[in-house]
């Protein structure tokens, strides 16, 4: 089964509004899971949460520091793992991910799902002109 998500309108102070591939997940940790929207970034090696949302699961964020780079600059994170369930009507997927915590200014960013764990789990179609996203599990 497919499951079929559409882009939503994300109003970004720096850049103004925009229809993103965002999609619905839960993160799920040791002590809490949140539901939040993540943006899908085919671009992104690594999953990355800011360290607010790593607090509120309960997520070990007591690793070795590095620094991770993309196209905001370069920022500290550590790494840890969480579930992502990812659901639509009655089908359910649970997938466990490394994901970068972003130490310090991860708020503005939000959440991201990146290639690493999350897309070895799916076919993903980015339907770029009819704004829709399509997850069929591998």
């Known amino acids: 089964m497919v499951l079929r998500f559409r882009y939503k309108y994300l109003e970004r102070p720096e850049v103004g509004g925009s229809r993103l591939p ?4 839960t993160l799920i940790g040791p002590d809490a899971q ?24 309960g997520l070990d964020v007591s690793g070795e520091k590095e620094e991770v780079v993309g196209l905001g600059g370069a920022v500290s994170a550590v790494e840890a793992v969480c579930t992502m369930l ?16 972003i130490l310090e200014g ?25 704004e829709i996203i399509l997850l069929k599990k591998v």
């Open 34 to 57: 949140l539901d939040i929207l993540a943006l899908l970034d085919s671009g992104a090696d690594f999953s990355a949460i800011p360290l607010s949302i790593a607090e509120i699961l």
């Open 22 to 25: 965002l999609i619905p997940v």
């Open 86 to 101: 990812v659901s639509k009507g009655h089908e359910r997927y649970y997938i466990r991910s490394k994901v970068k915590v």
């Open 106 to 130: 991860g708020d503005d960013l939000g959440v991201l799902i990146g290639r690493e764990d999350f897309w070895d789990e799916f076919h993903i179609t980015f339907k770029e002109k009819d």
